[in-house]
């Protein structure tokens, strides 16, 4: 099973994606985890480290996949 992690900051655009992963990926192939950094700020550096530039994005293994652009991490660290 493979790993997947939707990192977000609970935009309108980012629970519109997190809907759109969380209902289309194949349970029994990915073991996804859904992480809210406006609310996990402490896993930002985490994020930061897959190579996360901007929320919404998902990791799946260790490479980062952009969705859309609803916030960059340096927002998400300000509180913004």
Partial sequence: MVKAIFYHAGCPVCVDAEQMIFTSLDKSKFDLEV?????????????????????????????????NFGASLDDVKAGS
């Fill in 35 to 67: 992480v809210h950094l406006g609310t996990a700020q402490e896993r930002i550096a985490e994020a930061e480290s897959f190579g996360v530039k901007s929320v919404p994005a998902l990791v799946v293994g260790e490479k980062a996949y952009h969705i």
